[in-house]
Nanobody
Framework: VQLQAFGGGLVQAGGSLRLSCATS????????MGWFRQAPGTERVFVAAITWNRGQTYYADSVKGRFTISRDNAKNTGYLQMNSLKPEDTGVYYCAETKAGCSFSSRANYASWGQGTQVTVSS
């Protein structure tokens, strides 16, 4: 599976951005897509995930109520709508694919990763 994330940019605090993740080569065994964020000097952390089949969603506590993950199966594309952005949301956002049916917040469960897109939120 190949993934490509795009849609990042520079935005003021309180603003919004929509990230997209285009996938190719996805098969029936692809279970879910996740988004992770990595700030400079820190580890890559879980943001959100969605299952391809049922559209079940999972969020990190820090983004609940502000971010919305969605997917378009026909387009093999996932999205991350980010509202009420905060400076601490700054980082490189990566989308990834997992065949695992649980533990969506664990990086180890994701075998395929996109190249990342930079999101910078200014205060």
């Amino acid at each position: 599976v190949q993934l490509q994330a795009f849609g990042g940019g520079l935005v003021q605090a309180g603003g919004s951005l929509r990230l997209s993740c285009a996938t190719s080569g996805r098969t029936f065994s692809s279970y879910a897509m996740g988004w992770f964020r990595q700030a400079p000097g820190t580890e890559r952390v879980f943001v959100a995930a969605i299952t391809w089949n049922r559209g079940q969603t999972y969020y990190a506590d820090s983004v609940k109520g502000r971010f919305t993950i969605s997917r378009d199966n026909a387009k093999n594309t996932g999205y991350l709508q980010m509202n009420s952005l905060k400076p601490e949301d700054t980082g490189v956002y990566y989308c990834a694919e997992t065949k695992a049916g649980c533990s969506f917040s664990s990086r180890a469960n994701y075998a395929s990763w996109g190249q990342g897109t930079q999101v910078t939120v200014s205060s």
